[in-house]
């Protein structure tokens, strides 16, 4: 890629980045007190975080059957309240358990 095209872009992306971040700050001057707008804006960091890590856990397998198999039963340990070692080691069992079976049965 050109430097002067990868600066371009870079320059673009941090503009658009700090504009994001900046015109609310600059737009709200005092403190939220609608209940329905502070409910939104606690749990945006929570569904910004489910969507990039579940296409990642997905296909984090050779097979979806494999991943979804582990995300459930990593979110049914963790509905539980089991620890994160705890889910991620259940999880990764039961991948390994259906990647097994997957290939047992082929």
Do not use: W
């Amino acid at each position: 890629m050109d430097n002067t095209l990868f600066f371009t872009y870079l320059i673009i992306m941090a503009g658009t980045t700090y504009l994001i971040r900046a015109v609310p700050f600059s737009l709200i001057k005092g403190k939220i007190k609608n209940r329905f707008v502070q409910s939104f804006l606690y749990y945006i960091p929570f569904t910004v975080l489910a969507c990039m890590t579940l296409p990642s856990a997905l296909y984090a397998t050779d097979s979806i059957l494999s991943a979804a198999v582990g995300l459930l039963a990593g979110m049914i340990a963790a509905i539980l309240g089991r620890g994160l070692l705890t889910v991620s080691i259940i999880s990764c069992v039961f991948v390994f358990i259906t990647e097994l079976i997957m290939n047992f049965i082929k």
